[in-house]
């Protein structure tokens, strides 16, 4: 089985040293970061091949998750790339919003490390490892 790809979309550098010492625990996984919204279209514009399933933090500045969400169901080559929405906010406007604006899933980041970690876990064991796209370049 080949490695798979993950884009992790993140402005808080803390949650992305998190994310990505909980990652070394999931597998072997292709982990590559965006520290903003435009830095993440410009990766996805760039990089061949996609990534296989993309994290995207909701709260960001300058362009927030749903403006990169909408951009990636917006183009062809990236529409069925699955995105998981990771996000402090558990209103459930947030939610409706990354729903209706074709967000795969919507995860409340977890404050403890453990459990942010069994979060990654679960995310990666089906979203990359069990979950089955189409081929794309």
Same mark, same amino acid.
């Given at each position: 089985?080949?490695?798979?790809?993950?884009? =992790? #979309?993140?402005? $808080?550098?803390h949650?992305?040293?998190?994310a =990505?010492?909980?990652?070394?625990?999931?597998?072997d *996984?292709? #982990?590559?970061? +965006?520290?903003?919204?435009?830095? +993440? =279209?410009?990766a996805?514009?760039?990089?061949?091949?996609?990534?296989?399933?993309?994290?995207?933090?909701?709260?960001?500045?300058?362009?927030?998750?749903? +403006?990169?969400?909408?951009?990636?169901?917006?183009? +062809?080559?990236?529409?069925?790339?699955? #995105?998981?929405?990771?996000?402090t @906010?558990?209103?459930e406007?947030?939610i409706?919003?990354?729903?209706? *604006?074709g967000? @795969?899933?919507?995860?409340?980041?977890?404050?403890?490390?453990?459990?942010?970690?069994?979060?990654? *876990?679960?995310?990666?064991?089906?979203?990359a $490892?069990? $979950?089955?796209?189409?081929? *794309?370049a």
């Open positions: 089985m080949r490695r798979r790809r993950i884009l =992790l #979309v993140d402005d $808080n550098p949650d992305v040293e998190l =990505l010492s909980a990652f070394q625990d999931c597998g *996984h292709e #982990v590559t970061v +965006a520290g903003s919204g435009p830095e +993440a =279209l410009a996805l514009q760039e990089r061949r091949p996609l990534p296989d399933l993309i994290l995207l933090d909701l709260k960001m500045p300058q362009m927030d998750g749903l +403006a990169v969400l909408d951009a990636i169901r917006g183009e +062809a080559a990236t529409r069925a790339i699955p #995105v998981v929405m990771l996000s @906010s558990g209103e406007r947030d409706q919003d990354c729903y209706a *604006h967000a @795969s899933a919507y995860v409340i980041k977890p404050l403890d490390f453990k459990q942010f970690r069994g979060a990654m *876990h679960t995310i990666t064991a089906f979203w $490892n069990l $979950n089955r796209l189409p081929d *794309h």
